[in-house]
């Protein structure tokens, strides 16, 4: 057993898991919460002229709204377990032809504040799961954005304009971009913008979750 995978073992069993959806004890997401999810069916993201196309597995509410306020502002990391397998199913399901996943970036100034990047801990998951490589280091935030949530459609856009760049050789041709909650879609673009400007030909985009109807709260 690897030494990490031992550690985690011996903290589960002093601090016994709790759904981050409902609280009950004993799993980190549970079947009920599981079983509550809801596909999302919904319109495309608004703003997606970079993209190649938009993969978005559930309605961000309920149970998945909780379990990934639990990762983000409580941080549960371990949270990011079962999410990120719920990507990697939906990714398993509905297949994107693609030769790396990489994780949205926080700006170094968020990252340090929250400690970790939901959206890397989350592809950390898919890759593991499906065996795409994770890229994780040449995509970088170089703009400090204001919260999304505050602007509206051509605010978003402006706001993450130039906000990404890609720092390294040249990427792998097919790229999924991982996020964890999709809005307007104006940071997956922008960040698909740096890819393409450093040579990739295909962004693909993987999202948790987005609400339907009113634009949700920020999640950065
Ligand atoms: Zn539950």
């Avoid at 032809?97 to 968020?110: N, S, Y």
Wanted: aromatic letters at 4%; one cysteine or more.
């Amino acid at each position: 057993m690897p030494f990490a995978r031992f550690i985690d073992t011996l903290l589960s069993l002093l601090f016994p898991d709790r759904c981050a959806g409902c609280g009950r004890l004993g799993t980190l997401l549970c079947d009920e919460c599981r079983h509550r999810l809801v596909v999302y069916d919904g319109d495309p993201p608004r703003v997606a002229d970079q993209l190649t196309d938009v993969r978005i597995a559930y309605v961000f509410e309920g149970s998945l709204r909780h379990a990934l306020h639990q990762l983000k502002y409580h941080r549960r990391q371990r949270v990011a377990r079962p999410l990120g397998g719920l990507m990697a199913a939906h990714l398993q399901s509905h297949p994107l032809p693609c030769d790396a996943l990489i994780p949205v970036p926080l700006h170094p100034k968020r990252l340090k504040e929250r400690g970790f990047n939901q959206a890397e801990l989350l592809a950390r998951e898919v890759a593991a799961a499906t065996g795409v490589p994770l890229i994780v280091g040449p995509l970088v935030r170089v703009k400090a954005t204001h919260q999304q949530a505050l602007l509206d459609v051509a605010g978003r856009i402006e706001n993450v304009a130039d906000a990404f760049a890609w720092t390294g050789p040249a990427p792998p041709a097919r790229v999924v971009l991982v996020d964890d909650v999709l809005t307007t879609g104006a940071t997956v673009n922008a960040c698909a913008a740096a890819l393409r400007a450093g040579g990739a030909r295909a962004v693909y985009a993987l999202a948790l979750a987005r609400s339907r109807g009113r634009t949700p709260l920020s999640h950065r």
